[in-house]
């Protein structure tokens, strides 16, 4: 972070996670790209924090293993429940 | 019967009907199993832990009040199933991870500066860096990591969230927020890693 915004930098971060959820007030949001706009080291933090959450978004989903369904299924016919 | 409501459901399971947990299982099983998975990091745990919040939300289903939805509910109970597994083979850790994040507020402050956001498509959805992304979510805390996996893999709100895990909204939004701060910060120690210039 600059040395001569670091005050600033300290005050997007406290306010990125409402941001970045997209739970920022209007006035926060035009305060953060004001910043965004003369700070590089802000704006890849924040790019990349955005391009992170897009690809675990990305990633596969795992699925249950063959046969799982059918032992729990088997195992509720002996399990009083 | 796979066309029930959850409330439905419910009430069908509430009456006994053996048949309404087949649906039940084929509805969220696969949701339950994942969820396992990513908390446990080992299938036959994980196959575990959904056999046990199965049979103990068919046993405990004439309490469920629907305050919280079905899907809500049975997070909950993977959620503290895999916990207890979890605290079974490490105490430490979870003592630990049960106060996380400290009370203090500290905020995190991003190490971690190189931009990879313009690194070729094919590096950013490599297997590898699949593997690198699996495996630092994995690795996160307990406590941020099922925040994590609730609020973006399985896409509940912030207020199911809450409701599954039992703790505040405030301290989802704390917890997500972390959770993300630190794996960019993984993420990019990766890139960085990764280029020819040693960034």
């Given at each position: 972070m600059n040395h001569d915004t670091r005050q600033t930098c300290q005050q997007?971060?406290?306010?990125?996670?409402?941001?970045?959820?997209?739970?920022?007030?209007?006035?926060?949001?035009?305060?953060?790209?004001?910043?965004?706009?003369?700070?590089?080291?802000?704006?890849?933090?924040?790019?990349?924090?955005?391009?992170?959450?897009?690809?675990?978004?990305?990633l596969p989903q795992p699925d249950l293993p063959a046969g799982a369904r059918d032992r729990l299924i088997a195992r509720l016919e002996i399990e009083p429940i | 019967m796979a066309e029930l409501s959850d409330e439905e459901l419910v009430s069908r399971l509430q009456g006994g009907d053996k048949s309404a947990c087949t649906v039940c299982i084929d509805r969220y099983?696969?949701?339950?199993?994942?969820?396992?998975?990513?908390?446990?990091?080992?299938?036959?745990?994980?196959?575990?832990?959904?056999?046990?919040?199965?049979?103990?939300?068919?046993?405990?289903?004439g309490?469920?009040?629907?305050?919280?939805?079905?899907?809500?509910?049975?997070?909950?109970?993977?959620?503290?199933?895999?916990?207890?597994?979890?605290?079974?083979?490490?105490?430490?850790?979870?003592?630990?991870?049960?106060?996380?994040?400290?009370?203090?507020?500290?905020?995190?402050?991003?190490?971690q500066l190189f931009d990879w956001c313009c690194l070729p498509e094919r590096e950013l959805t490599s297997e590898e860096t699949r593997q690198k992304l699996a495996t630092a979510v994995t690795d996160l805390p307990p406590a941020l990591k099922g925040v994590f996996l609730l609020r973006e893999f399985e896409g509940l709100s912030t207020q199911e969230t809450a409701d599954a895990?039992?703790?505040?909204?405030?301290?989802?939004?704390?917890?997500?927020?972390?959770?993300?701060?630190?794996l960019r910060e993984n993420l990019a120690d990766y890139f960085a890693s990764a280029q020819p210039s040693g960034v």
């Open positions: 997007l971060l406290g306010d990125l996670s409402a941001y970045v959820a997209g739970e920022a007030t209007t006035a926060v949001c035009a305060a953060i790209e004001q910043h965004l706009a003369d700070c590089e080291n802000c704006r890849v933090v924040v790019d990349t924090l955005h391009k992170t959450i897009f690809l675990y978004q990305q | 099983g696969t949701a339950v199993y994942r969820l396992a998975l990513r908390l446990l990091k080992n299938e036959a745990d994980a196959e575990d832990v959904m056999q046990e919040t199965f049979l103990n939300a068919f046993k405990a289903i309490s469920f009040e629907g305050r919280s939805s079905l899907k809500t509910w049975l997070y909950r109970i993977t959620y503290n199933n895999a916990m207890m597994r979890l605290r079974q083979k490490d105490p430490a850790l979870l003592s630990i991870d049960e106060s996380w994040p400290p009370e203090d507020g500290a905020v995190i402050v991003p190490q895990l039992e703790i505040s909204t405030d301290l989802v939004k704390t917890r997500l927020y972390r959770a993300r701060l630190q």
